[in-house]
T-cell receptor, first 118, second 110 residues
Framework: AQTVTQSQPEMSVQEAETVTLSCTYD???????LFWYKQPPSRQMILVIR??????QNATENRFSVNFQKAAKSFSLKISDSQLGDTAMYFC???????????????FGQGTRLTINP | NAGVTQTPKFQVLKTGQSMTLQCAQD?????MSWYRQDPGMGLRLIHY???????DQGEVPNGYNVSRSTTEDFPLRLLSAAPSQTSVYFC?????????FGPGTRLTVT
């Protein structure tokens, strides 16, 4: 079974700083997807960024980028020029890449509560 | 396009009561799923469906039933609520690798 571990329960930085959230995972699969989701106080789950394991290049989405180390099974999220609106819970998630009968099950980490201070 | 909708947003039940959490999507997605979110534990998969008439168990299925009679709807039934089912429940639908989540239902069982 796959597991996802986020070792930082809480983090806090000043506005405009750069912050990195850590995530490690354990799997014997060679083909899979990794995700970072943001959950603001509104409770809505918002997809921040996606990485396909077969792609060497790290994914980026504006101020959000990942450092994907496949051999180390590490998938960290870097937020540059942090903004007050980035304050939220952040979840790392894993999904197998081989989709059998359409099953697309996500396995989530425990989450990191990120606070951006003015 | 409403995306994924869930009702109700909040619910309080007494131990032993039953209820159904509703979930609907208008994106014609084949895959739908239910997760529960507990403090310090992230989201865990309860049940999922790969299409109308097909459902299967996830990681924490005990105490919950599902059915999928249409592509659009995927209700979650609590047959006899227990305090351990106090949680926030999310429904999701997906096309390939991207899942779309509903706004969640906060359920309290007293």
């Amino acid at each position: 079974a796959q597991t996802v571990t986020q070792s930082q329960p809480e983090m806090s930085v000043q506005e405009a700083e750069t912050v990195t959230l850590s995530c490690t995972y354990d799997t014997s699969e060679s083909n899979y997807y990794l995700f970072w989701y943001k959950q603001p106080p509104s409770r809505q789950m918002i997809l921040v960024i996606r990485q396909e394991a077969y792609k060497q290049q790290n994914a980026t989405e504006n101020r959000f980028s990942v450092n994907f180390q496949k051999a180390a099974k590490s998938f960290s999220l870097k937020i540059s020029d942090s903004q007050l609106g980035d304050t939220a819970m952040y979840f790392c998630a894993f999904m197998k890449g081989l989709v059998i009968q359409g099953a697309q099950k996500l396995v989530f980490g425990q989450g990191t509560r990120l606070t951006i201070n003015p | 396009n409403a995306g994924v909708t869930q009702t109700p947003k909040f619910q309080v039940l007494k131990t032993g009561q039953s209820m159904t959490l509703q979930c609907a999507q208008d994106m014609n997605h084949e895959y739908m799923s239910w997760y529960r979110q507990d403090p310090g534990m992230g989201l865990r998969l309860i049940h999922y469906s790969v299409g109308a008439g097909i459902t299967d168990q996830g990681e924490v299925p005990n105490g919950y039933n599902v059915s999928r009679s249409t592509t659009e709807d995927f209700p979650l039934r609590l047959l006899s609520a227990a305090p351990s089912q106090t949680s926030v429940y999310f429904c999701a639908s997906s096309r390939r690798d991207e899942q779309y989540f509903g706004p969640g239902t906060r359920l309290t069982v007293t």
